[in-house]
């Protein structure tokens, strides 16, 4: 996405902005600018004769209108007239406004300080194509007047977007209107254009405007000091929809030179995506990253009645928040200093770090104790009748400052921690290799640094039972699919995407799963990770299941690519 730093090895990238730019400011703008090789292409792509017009709507250091502008003459075109750019940062755009000028004569009035929300789409002419790489704010950051001009600009296009979207979802959205029929669209986007639920009405709106979209997916990140994952997007014919959607899969952004020096603008080696299915979110395009038959195999299983997500077996959500876990968490030494009594504590696990095995029990959580992975939470409900020590301690905290936090202070009373609930398992929402599900057999609770599990009580199973089911190849394949890399590597499951996850599931011989239950939990303890999959496979996958040695390990394979992909993606390209 649009940056303030690239790789120095980027030696033709942009045209360079004062040396001192603010970093956080940049932060807020969503600020990350890309690299010339990746902007030269798009721009090839999208401008392909002599009289196109051209937009960035945010143009940052000016890569994509200074590639612009080369292109179009190359093409004997005529730049002047025919560039056009919109910024919102008025360092940016006063510093490469003047360049891109000097060097190409472009017309001032052509590049316009704004932000391209507050732009209607009739006050532009209409555009052959639009490059660019949007600003990249999440919903945290992205909110306030901005955000609602942002979704008013989305729903002008008959585009609803959530109030959790990040901000180039509305931006697409927005900028496709800016161009006129059988307009093209290339764009850096990040790859929560494949996965994030919100981006659904997105993929919907590219489906019913273009004749064709193209996503570029990359094995080497395209920004390797940022920790967002990005694909290419190549949307089009505007008009000419609804539209076929393709993938190609890269190793890396070098490879878009040989795709250039080709004849025409096709691209070569792509695989054709059952569009429907990807817009409406019931497909994600990770899925297409992992050989056929796998994919095939995963599939069917997913319509199985011998399987099903995660979510029509339990109820998956965040730990509490405390919004001061210093004054919250509490080790047995402040608990005597203060003379706490115990009926205002409640057991807690703090991290990942406390589980060993399948099971978290009452053992497991007094050696988390002493190594600081868990403890207590204070736990009171009113000011009425608060014993003089714990009166003390909240006095304590607020001299302190604690109630004065976010969270605090919009709690009455503010020392009063909410959702605090024993669920029957937790579930890692950040994990390295495959994310841990494990039964709450301490009867702890948890803070948001995990997923806490509830089950439904109509499927009678129990933490253990479902920690079990958890350990075969085939949920290790579709945690891999349903959840998503982060630039560092690990693997990320939000709530709704861990209720995606799909799980084995049979009704024949229950004390079986009990009993592997059990062993499992000894395997794990003992680091014998393989074994506990290999274990899980042969029981439930292949005799509960009946599916062969052949099928769990093209599970397991198709796995390990996406779980090497991931990690490959930790190092800088």
Known sequence: MRGERVATNMSDFVLSLPEQRDAERAKALGAFYTDSQIAE????????????????????????????????????????????GVELDPIAFRTVSDKLCDEFCLRKRNLVLSDIFEIEPDHLQQFESVVGNPPFIRYQRFAGDSRSRA?????????????????????????????????????????????????????????????SVTFLTFRKKLFPDLSENTLLLLAENKGG??????LRDLLHSGQLARIQAQQGFRIPGTRLL?????????????????????????????????????????????????????????????????????????AAVFRSRAFSGLRFTRNDWGKALYNGDAGYLLSLESEADLPTSVRNYVNFGEQQGFSRSFKCRSRSPWFRVPHVNKPDAFLTYMSGAMPRLVANDAGAVASNTLHVVRLFADWGLAGPELAALWQTSLTGLSAEIEGHGLGGGMLKLEPREAENVLLPVSDRDPHSLKRLAVELDSLARLEKNDCVQEQADNTILIGLLGLSKRECQLLQDAAAVLRARRYSRSQSS
């Open 274 to 346: 059952d569009a429907d299915k990807v817009s409406e979110g019931n497909h994600r395009i990770v899925e297409n990253l992992i050989p056929k038959k796998a994919r095939d195999l995963y599939r069917e299983l997913k319509h199985s009645t011998l399987t099903r997500p995660l979510g029509m077996l339990a109820d998956v959500g965040v730990g509490y928040v405390t919004g001061a876990n210093s004054f919250f968490h509490l080790d047995r030494g402040r608990i005597a200093k203060w003379a706490i009594p115990r009926h205002y504590l409640r």
């Open 241 to 246: 929809g609804p539209a076929r959607f393709y």
């Open 151 to 211: 979704l008013k600009r989305a729903l002008q296009q008959n585009v609803n977007l959530s109030q959790l979207s990040s901000s180039w979802a509305p931006f697409l959205v927005h900028v496709t209107s800016l161009l006129g029929n059988g307009g093209r669209l290339g764009l850096v986007m990040p790859m929560e254009v494949g996965h994030a639920s919100y981006a659904k009405p997105v993929l919907e709106y590219l489906r019913r405007v273009f004749e």
């Open 41 to 84: 292409f798009l721009v090839w792509w999208a401008v392909r004769t002599p009289g196109e017009t051209v937009i960035d709507p945010c143009f940052g250091g000016g890569v994509f209108l200074r590639c612009a502008c080369k292109r179009l003459a190359s093409l004997g075109g005529d730049p002047p007239n025919q560039v056009f």
